[in-house]
């Protein structure tokens, strides 16, 4: 019984409890905030479960990428292991293997490293174009418009050189390199037109530090002579320096080695050293003179290239010093007897300069020419040495103007260059028309021109000289307008 009594009591109380709690308002209140937690509880993991099925995609996506990579990476392996086999370094492409040709990978290194074409080479050339299998064939032309005060100079339209190129990679250690020279239209064009081999090579590549040349070598006699195409430079006529003291294109024929050492991770140190038969000739068998004042060594160049007729070989060779990129010092060296009977000897020293940075270019060059004279050599009138040396500033720029105005003209691959050159050049000796003088020649030349694309440039120039001699003064400034271009 007393069960039953407590039973109906319990049930009673829990009867009013509830009905009391259902009344409160403190209830409800509570009620709402548990329901909206569990609704916030509910977003929450709503997106939790989002952002997982997020994080999984992405890593989905990211092992995709890296699959990628690996192949584009194995690719690249593989094609290193084809060009380190010809350079000697013991690493040989599988057959069947796509190789990158050496001479399209050397024309590529200046456009990878953002460098202006004034810090390449013999086969840094960005014209060629593959033809078969393995040559490639291209060139230049330029064409001159020159209008000088003294009437005696040459006037007019001039075409000055057309020369088409032949390289070929016979093999994966043989290269062949060969220029061939249209000068003022060519003979009998009618200002002393000629055709010529201007240097044809055969390299036999050994390792990067020491490889074999051998033909008509182009002379490590300075930069420029290595780099002469009109189309990289941004003036029409060369540097005096670079007319008579070193002629270029200044070529000999001898055979020599070359090579590329890399000091440190951001240094590079060049090479070459040849013997020839010797550039120049400066004495004839009858006693005249080839050097003079008015064109210094120029028109003794070439004269043992076929005929080593005094059997004296000539040395000639170049170091460049790469601290970092963007920066280049040479210095380089010739010697060589100029004269039959061996008792006179020419040594030519010149140092170079190439610097960039950014838009802006500083290039420069400086040679001296000692010359040993016996009494043959004072009489035919070769009495002193000779020397020059050029600064050349260029700066690169595009107004975004013109961009604007006429795209097709002025396009991302367009770009103005202004330029400003300092010559000077002493000579000295004699020749049939002047006196036993020293000649100091002084020039200025500002220029502006405009490219198209890196391979066609248009070229105004103005040059002021200034010469220093004890006859009276010429009045020769000139204007100058060119075209040069790459084929």
């Known amino acids: 019984m007393r069960y039953l009594i407590f039973f109906v009591i319990s049930f009673a109380m829990s009867f009013l409890a509830s009905d009391v709690f259902a009344q409160s308002p403190e209830t409800e209140t509570l009620k709402g905030k548990v329901e909206m937690l569990e609704n916030e509880l509910k977003e929450i993991k709503d997106l939790l479960k989002q952002q997982i099925e997020k994080d999984a995609q992405k890593e989905k996506e990211i092992a995709s990428l890296k699959e990628e990579v690996q192949k584009k990476e194995t690719k690249v392996t593989a094609e290193e292991a084809s060009l380190q086999s010809p350079a000697g370094k013991g690493t040989v492409a599988k057959e069947g293997a ?23 080479g013999v086969y840094t050339k960005p014209f060629l174009r593959r033809f078969g299998r393995n040559t490639y064939v291209g060139g230049y032309m330029d064409f001159a418009f020159r209008s000088t005060e003294n009437e005696a100079d040459m006037q007019g339209f001039v075409q000055n050189r057309f020369i088409p190129f032949i390289y070929s990679d016979i093999s994966d250690r043989v290269k062949l390199a060969t220029e061939i020279e249209f000068e003022f239209g060519g003979v009998g064009g009618g200002r002393d037109g000629e055709v010529i081999l201007e240097f044809g090579t055969i390299d036999f590549l050994l390792t990067d530090w020491i490889n074999w ?35 270029t294109t200044l070529t000999d024929l001898g055979m020599g080695f070359f090579g590329t050492l890399y000091p440190s991770d951001l240094s590079k140190l060049d090479y070459e050293i040849y013997a020839t038969n010797g550039a120049f000739r400066g004495l004839d068998a009858d006693g005249t003179s080839r050097f003079g004042e008015v064109n210094g060594l120029r028109n003794s160049r070439g004269g043992f290239a076929n005929d080593n007729y005094n059997e004296s070989p000539g040395v000639v060779g170049r170091v460049a010093f790469s601290p970092f990129i963007g920066l280049e010092f040479g210095g380089s060296a010739y010697t ?16 170079d300069l190439t610097y960039q940075k950014g838009p802006f270019e500083l290039v420069g060059e400086g040679a001296y020419a000692f010359i040993d004279t016996n009494e043959l050599a004072k009489d035919a009138g070769i009495t002193d040495d000779m020397w020059g040396y050029y600064l050349e500033a260029r700066y690169h720029f595009m107004p975004s103007i013109l961009k604007s105005w006429n795209p097709r003209i002025f396009t991302e691959n367009s770009t103005f260059t202004g330029v400003l050159r300092w010559d000077q050049v002493q000579t000295a000796g004699r020749d049939d028309d002047f006196e036993s003088v020293h000649w ?10 405009y490219r198209y694309t890196e391979d066609t440039v248009f070229k105004l120039d103005y040059q002021i000289n200034m010469e220093e001699k004890d006859m009276p003064g010429i009045s020769n400034n000139a204007f100058l307008f060119s075209v040069a271009t790459y084929f």
């Open 213 to 247: 040349r051998g033909g008509y070598v182009l002379t490590p006699l300075g930069k420029l002579n290595l780099v002469h195409d009109s189309p990289l430079q941004d003036f029409t006529d060369r540097p005096l320096v670079d007319q008579l003291i070193i002629p």
């Open 440 to 449: 100091l020649r002084n020039r200025i030349t500002p220029g502006l021109n």
């Open 98 to 120: 796509e190789e990158v040709p050496y001479l399209a990978k050397k024309g590529s290194e200046l456009a990878e490293k953002k460098l202006a074409p004034s810090f390449g």
């Open 336 to 351: 060589s007897q100029y004269d039959e009977n061996n008792e006179n000897q020419l040594t030519i020293s010149a140092l």
